[in-house]
């Protein structure tokens, strides 16, 4: 076996492989974890609380009636809504009756849409009414035969679910005009199933659970193909990196970032699940004020979220006036979490927010830093158990500790594939199963790995490589900035300058003074030439800074 320099930091009590079979698929766990903890209460949204007992009652439910539309074991049903009672049991319902998961982004336009779904060939979909008016614009241009609507209040129930309905639809008009005369009540569905048969559908680790498609960031969104096998081992990883932290039945998560992303699904549901742990869905995190209104009721110990929800949290005079006594995990992904804002986090909170990383086609956590006090600030942490990464060249070739080149892993978790694209799959392994992540980065002498930045982001000044992460890192520490983000623009001088966009704190903020603060933190041709204040940054749905837009922006600007 290759020499792991990592497994000799791991924390005590961190197993170094994993047992892929616990579980024979994630329909048995799911199974298993809501008869377990039956009398538990499993999710809580909007004051709204459903046990274990209930979500397996109502999964089941569920199941009967997609079996019944004539859906059988590997058809695709697309899941579109946001973070609400009726995502797990839609979810549980469809893995229940064997159907693969497409898992959908509501905020997605229909184009957007249009193509995940065509590509998929999903048959049938469950979506917030707030998102329907877009699955009739594309419906003909796609296989979709059976569609469920479902609206926020529906699982809140009685006169209070009523209400939140008729809210949302009258009084805030959040829900646009729409005509799907053949759709299906949420409810309506839940109804017709409890009163029909379930046939028990068996998976197994290869075979296909979900389609994870990706963020389209090098073109249209792909489909990473993961299997029953892929998320049982990251979920595996995850207990097992945590365990020794956490305890059945006592948690209470708070999941703010959206169930569909595969961070969430991933940390949030599904190790979350096996721990019997009461999961707080936070429907509208943007929503600053009630969303640290329905943390305030909650003793939580487990947070997972991006460096802008962090941040922002930390910007709420309320959010600090939380109790965190029985914080045990704050847990940080989906970009780099800047030292400035875990240093205020953890001053606050008495907790460092833990870094981990992976990508949609590694289920998918490859790396996390540990909890036992020895967690590096910056670094994406050591491999997880039963995971192998390697730094390597564009050959394939592995290159010494400490230099840089691409982080590339192979693991149980790591996908089959794109769905149905065979040569973009090839294009992402090296020989040997190691999947290429796209981020550059380095490991120490004692395992721990650092990213430095994705591929194509480097900025190239006068034949010197920039990475934004870290001109990005100081600028955050700046008590005047609230958020930033670093491009390359072309200079005739240097090939490419450093242009950073900034959201101010302070309003009397100045490009001089940010290059001041800069002055003895950057080497020169690290340096801001460019500074251009903004009002907010484009993000992703779970609030990552995306500055390929803003690069967009800039190139277009210079062109008109």
């Known amino acids: 076996m290759e020499s792991r320099p990592w497994h000799a930091s791991y924390p005590k009590g961190v197993p170094t492989e994993i047992d892929m079979t616990e579980f024979s698929s994630v329909t048995q766990f799911i199974n298993l974890c809501l008869k377990k903890y039956a ?8 004051g709204k609380e459903l046990t274990y007992a209930e979500v397996d009652k109502l999964s089941r439910d569920f199941a009967a009636y997609l079996q019944s539309l004539g859906l059988k074991k590997g058809d695709r049903i697309a899941i579109q809504m946001p973070n609400l009672l009726q995502y797990p049991v839609a979810l549980f319902g469809a893995i229940r009756a064997g159907l693969i998961v497409v898992n959908t982004n509501p905020l997605y336009t229909a184009r957007e849409m249009q193509h995940q779904f065509h590509d998929s060939g999903a048959k049938a979909i469950v979506v917030l009414a707030n998102f329907a008016d877009n699955v009739e614009k594309i419906l003909a241009e796609t296989d979709i035969e059976h569609i469920i609507v479902t609206e926020i209040g529906d699982l809140i129930g009685g006169l209070k679910g009523m209400i939140v309905n008729f809210v949302v639809k009258y009084i805030r008009k959040m829900v646009p005009a729409y005509s799907l005369p053949k759709a299906v009540k949420f409810n309506d569905a839940l109804a017709k199933g409890g009163r029909l048969q379930f046939t028990p559908v068996e998976s197994t680790h290869e075979d296909v659970g979900f389609l994870q498609y990706t963020g389209g960031t090098t073109g249209l969104s792909k489909g990473a193909t993961l299997t029953h096998g892929n998320l049982i081992a990251n979920m595996q990883m995850l207990f097992a990196w945590m365990g020794t932290e956490l305890q059945e039945k006592r948690e209470v998560v708070i999941t703010a970032l959206p169930l569909y992303h595969i961070f969430a699904f991933s940390v949030n549901l599904l190790t979350m699940l096996k721990l019997g742990a009461r999961n707080v869905l936070i429907t509208n995190p943007r929503d600053m004020p009630g969303f640290i209104k329905d943390m305030s009721k909650e003793k939580f110990s487990v947070i997972t979220g991006v460096n802008t929800l962090f941040n922002g949290l930390l910007n709420q005079e309320d959010f600090r006036k939380l109790d965190f006594s029985n914080l045990r995990i704050a847990m940080g992904g989906g970009m780099a979490v800047q030292s400035a804002v875990n240093m205020r986090w953890k001053e606050l909170t008495g907790k460092p927010i833990i870094e981990g990383y992976g990508l949609s086609e590694t289920s998918p956590v490859l790396t996390a830093n540990p909890l036992d006090g020895t967690e590096r600030i910056g670094y994406i942490g050591l491999p997880a158990p039963s995971t192998d990464l390697a730094i390597m060249d564009e050959e394939g070739n592995k290159l010494p500790v400490g230099e840089r080149g691409e982080i590339c892993g192979k693991g149980p978790q790591v996908m089959r594939g794109y769905w149905n694209r065979d040569q973009d799959s090839a294009k992402v392994f090296h020989p040997g199963g190691w999947f290429r992540t796209g981020d550059i980065g380095i490991m120490e002498e004692d395992g721990f790995f650092k990213i430095v930045d994705r591929i194509k982001d480097m900025i190239l000044v006068s034949g010197f490589n920039v990475y934004p992460n870290e001109v990005e890192d100081v600028i955050a520490m700046h008590p005047g ?67 390929r837009h803003l690069r967009d922006e800039d190139v277009a600007k210079a062109n008109a």
Do not use: W
């Open 39 to 46: 009398s538990q209460v499993a999710f809580v949204n909007m």
């Open 481 to 547: 900035v609230l958020e930033c983000a670093a491009i390359g623009v072309p200079d005739e001088k240097s090939t490419e300058a450093v242009k950073v966009f900034i959201v101010k704190k302070d309003p009397d903020l100045t490009a001089q003074s940010v290059k001041d603060f800069c002055r003895d933190k950057l080497t020169g041709y690290k340096m801001p030439k460019h500074i251009e204040f903004r009002t907010e940054l484009p993000k992703s749905n779970v609030g990552k800074i995306i500055r």
